[in-house]
């Protein structure tokens, strides 16, 4: 009887965690369930092993992040004490505690099921993105900007339902385009080759200059790493690439943007993406000049960083948006100072070596997509980075025990 509850328990959890690899369908608050049921449901299925919950010291380290949030958050001087910080950065508590104790065999699909549910969901958002354009735009809309934006990127920006940024949403789509390389000649050949096409042609349309540059950059690391593919499927597939790049809009208008306005700064009613991130970088080293031993506490960075904007810039571009650091390593040492950031480096340099000891492609990939895009958002800040690196990377952690396992 114990034996048989431990496998319906073992079935619910991996239900669960394929329910976590469908989290950009959801809200926050969806998302969030799911975590907490997989870890009630692990809490129970431990009970009923009759298994002690395991707590390794380098398991510890993983949960450092939240550690260094909550630390300041307690112990910061002149800053108040910010629990909505604390319960951002609680994932970083979570997932490395919870994973740990599922067993490893649970993971064993992890790249024949479940990143196929992740790219399936990812897939219906993009299909819902382009109907809804279609719904309110003509289809030459696609070849339409405005301000150096396309009109298309505009109306994913304005939508209510799945508002994901296009730079994260990107990034979901590029995990996608590599998945679908690697899977290419092993199953759903055709089904892989239309995602690969499809994800591609998305993340030209929502121009993100970044990811526009990791996904080719991703794309040629995938390749020159072993994978088999014919002339007549990687040609056109180059050729997609790089014919969007020259006659979908917005694009190159962006592109240009940033060498523009890189130093221009915002003035009166001109800013934008590039003029406004240069500000944002002049503040944080500013700020950071003055407070680099102990940090200004993570509820005082963006009064701290919108007091600058004030100083030093004669246009009202802060007012009515939140311009946190966009950069989530300068977010670390601004709100906890040099330790905090010095523990986090250590957190950071952990996560890599144990990461790239898997020699895993995808999970290269998706760990230099996310530090790449450490230093242009806050990306663990927010809830669709923090879930989605921390889902992949103690997945693969996971999925990595597993085949230790099969192996001896």
């Given at each position: 009887m114990c034996y048989m509850k431990k496998d319906k328990l073992l079935v619910i959890i991996t239900f669960l965690i394929g329910c976590l690899f469908t989290f950009p369908l959801f809200k926050e608050n969806i998302s969030s369930i799911f975590l907490i049921a997989t870890t009630v449901v692990t809490v129970f299925y431990l009970s009923t092993a009759k298994k002690k919950i395991l707590l390794k010291k380098q398991h510890l380290i993983y949960t450092l992040p939240f550690f260094i949030v909550l630390c300041t958050n307690i112990f910061a001087i002149n800053a108040e004490i910010d629990w909505k910080n604390v319960s951002k950065s609680l994932m970083?508590?979570?997932f490395p505690l919870v994973f740990f104790n599922i067993p490893a065999n649970v993971f064993k699909n992890l790249e024949t099921k479940f990143i196929y549910i992740f790219?399936?969901?990812?897939?219906?958002?993009?299909?819902?993105?382009?109907?809804s354009f279609l719904l309110n735009h003509s289809f030459s809309d696609f070849?339409?900007?405005?301000y150096n934006?396309?009109?298309?990127?505009?109306?994913?920006?304005s939508i209510a339902i799945f508002k994901i940024h296009p730079t994260y949403f990107s990034l979901f789509l590029?995990?996608?385009?590599?998945?679908?390389?690697?899977?290419?000649?092993?199953e759903l050949k055709y089904l892989n080759l239309f995602t690969f096409i499809f994800s591609l042609i998305m993340i030209l349309l929502l121009s993100s200059r970044l990811m526009i540059v990791i996904s080719f950059i991703s794309i040629i690391y995938a390749v020159t790493k072993g994978i088999s593919i014919k002339k007549r499927y990687f040609i056109p597939i180059i050729a997609v690439f790089f014919s969007g790049l020259i006659f979908l809009p917005g694009i190159k208008s962006r592109f240009l943007e940033a060498y523009n306005d890189f130093n221009n700064p915002p003035k009166g009613m001109y800013f934008n993406s590039t003029n406004i991130r240069k500000s944002i970088i002049s503040c944080s080293f500013e700020i950071l000049q003055e407070n680099y031993l102990r940090?200004?506490?993570?509820?005082?960075?963006?009064?701290?960083?919108?007091?600058?904007?004030?100083?030093?810039?004669d246009s009202k571009f802060y007012e009515n948006h939140d311009y946190l650091t966009h950069n989530y390593l300068m977010?670390?040492?601004?709100?906890?100072?040099?330790?905090?950031f010095s523990i986090f480096l250590f957190y950071l340099f952990t996560v890599i070596r144990n990461c790239l000891k898997i020699k895993n492609v995808l999970l290269n990939v998706v760990l230099f997509n996310c530090i790449a895009l450490f230093f242009v958002e806050d990306f663990l800040y927010r809830h669709y980075g923090l879930f989605f690196f921390n889902l992949f990377v103690f997945s693969y952690l996971k999925f990595y025990e597993y085949t230790l396992k099969e192996n001896v």
């Open positions: 970083f508590l979570i790219k399936f969901s990812c897939l219906i958002i993009s299909s819902f993105y382009i109907i070849f339409n900007e405005s934006e396309s009109v298309f990127r505009k109306h994913v920006y590029n995990v996608g385009i590599i998945h679908s390389l690697l899977r290419f000649k092993k940090g200004v506490g993570f509820s005082n960075i963006q009064t701290e960083l919108n007091e600058c904007y004030a100083a030093n810039y977010y670390i040492f601004l709100g906890s100072g040099i330790l905090g």
